[in-house]
């Protein structure tokens, strides 16, 4: 089992909608939860983090968690083209350290 | 300069040759790491350095050889790679050596070796 999972993708989508993105993650003791949007050639920026159960609402983002289920999501309201990108999921380990680990990222394209 | 700065921002060398990556933050961080990118795969970890102390080695190759100097800098010397190290190697910076506000990342370095 990879120890973060998420849809390679591509997801695709029009624009004005909702795009959904979901990461599972292998390790209960997982603590800080982060989203990176990484444009084509480019490095990976961060866009969210969530530490705690819930929801946390950043503009047009919402970052979902939980933790029973081992579950994180990110949620692009009113999706626009230059959302297209691919968004890694990050998870920091109880007893990683500084590591963080990585899903290999989905893909998102939002068409005009 | 503000942010992660790497140079250079492309690299092609042959498989004898010897060169280095550069890396500077200007956030005030304690704690630098190198990443590596292929296609089709995660980032893997390769380095991490707090305080400019090496804390994690995840078992890189010795044709890989980091050196941080300070806080503010780190490098990673190259010698005798191959065609698969080819990828982007990215450097990043953390708050902390917890990582728990996650990282700022460089533009990367994207090396070709053949």
């Known amino acids: 089992q990879k120890e973060v999972e998420q849809n390679s993708g591509p997801l695709s989508v029009p624009e004005g909608a909702i795009a959904s993105l979901n990461c599972t993650y292998s390790d209960r003791g997982s603590q800080s939860f982060f989203w990176y949007r990484q444009y084509s050639g480019k490095s990976p920026e961060l866009i969210m983090s969530?530490?705690?159960?819930g929801d946390k609402e950043d503009g047009r983002f919402t970052a979902q968690l939980n933790k029973a289920s081992q579950y994180v999501s990110l949620l692009i309201r009113d999706s626009q083209p230059s959302d297209s990108a691919t968004y890694l999921c990050?998870?920091?380990?109880?007893?990683?350290?500084?590591?963080?680990?990585f899903g290999e990222g989905t893909q998102l394209t939002v068409n005009p | 300069e503000t942010g992660v700065t790497q140079t250079p921002r492309h690299l092609v060398m042959g498989m004898t040759n010897k060169k280095s990556l550069k890396c500077e933050q200007h956030?005030?961080?304690?704690?630098m790491y190198w990443y590596k990118q292929s296609a089709k795969k995660p980032l893997e970890l390769m380095f991490v350095?707090?305080?400019?102390?090496?804390?994690e080695n995840n078992s890189v190759p010795s044709r890989f050889s980091p050196e941080c100097p300070n806080s503010s800098h780190l490098f990673l010397h190259l010698h005798t790679l191959q065609p698969e190290d080819s990828a982007l190697y990215l450097c990043?910076?953390?708050?902390?050596?917890?990582?728990?506000?996650?990282?700022?990342f460089g533009s990367g370095t994207r090396l070709t070796v053949v």
């Open positions: 990050a998870v920091k380990r109880e007893t990683s350290g500084s590591r963080l680990t």
């Open positions: 969530i530490y705690s159960n």
């Open positions: 350095y707090n305080f400019k102390e090496q804390t």
């Open positions: 956030l005030g961080h304690n704690a």
């Open positions: 990043a910076s953390s708050r902390d050596g917890q990582g728990g506000y996650g990282y700022t």
